[in-house]
């Protein structure tokens, strides 16, 4: 039985070159796709694949609500991000979202094939590299997926310069409690 595959991707060339890969590949089946999360979320029900390749940056809702929406509404999707951000913030908040991988788009289609057919509950995928990938704070489109405050950006350069929470609080002149409730909206931890 072949698995039937979702695409939500807003860029129609890479959309394009996603569902010619998926229709050419053994055992793999397109069960549709959409340019929007808005419009995936209200396809995803009735289609119900077995997988959906998910971008983070959507027009109308981005790709966490969408995740969002499958893990309330799909338990038996899948979800594998694929996305440009290299960043292991993202993928650690894709991940505790219930995505299965995190992908970057310029994986190479074999391996992303690989991905789609092994990817299973339980088990996070990911080739986001230790370092490299966008600047945090100059990326419009990553903080706004993000949705952090100003503050929160500076503590998430100051962290993963291995900054501690005491040194956040001198730093910022604020409560280690204050840093702790920047960490659990970045981070959704304490």
């Known amino acids: 039985m072949k698995k039937r595959i979702y695409i939500c991707e807003d860029h129609p060339l890479f959309m394009q070159s996603l569902e010619q890969m998926i229709v050419n590949a053994d055992g793999l089946e397109l069960a549709g796709s959409a340019p929007s999360g808005s419009r995936a979320i209200s396809e995803l029900p009735t289609l119900q694949p077995e997988i959906v390749l998910l971008d983070l940056n959507l027009p109308e809702k981005d790709g966490f609500e969408v995740l969002?929406?499958?893990?309330?509404n799909l338990a038996e999707t899948l979800v594998v991000v694929l996305t440009s951000y290299n960043d292991k913030i993202l993928a650690d908040k894709a991940r505790k979202n219930g995505a299965a991988a995190y992908m970057l788009k310029?994986?190479?289609?074999?391996?992303?094939?690989?991905?789609?057919?092994?990817?299973?509950q339980g088990t996070f995928l990911s080739n986001v590299l230790e370092e490299g990938g966008h600047s945090f704070q100059e990326d419009q489109?990553?903080?706004?997926?993000?949705?952090?405050?100003r503050t929160e950006k500076k503590l998430v350069n100051a962290l993963i310069e291995g900054e501690s929470v005491s040194g956040l609080s001198g730093q910022f002149n604020i409560s280690e409690n204050t840093v702790k409730n920047h960490k659990k909206n970045i981070f959704g931890v304490y």
Not at 106 to 120: F, M
């Open 68 to 72: 969002n929406f499958i893990q309330s």
């Open 106 to 120: 310029d994986t190479e289609p074999q391996d992303l094939l690989q991905v789609i057919r092994s990817v299973r």
């Open 141 to 149: 489109e990553f903080t706004s997926i993000l949705k952090l405050t």
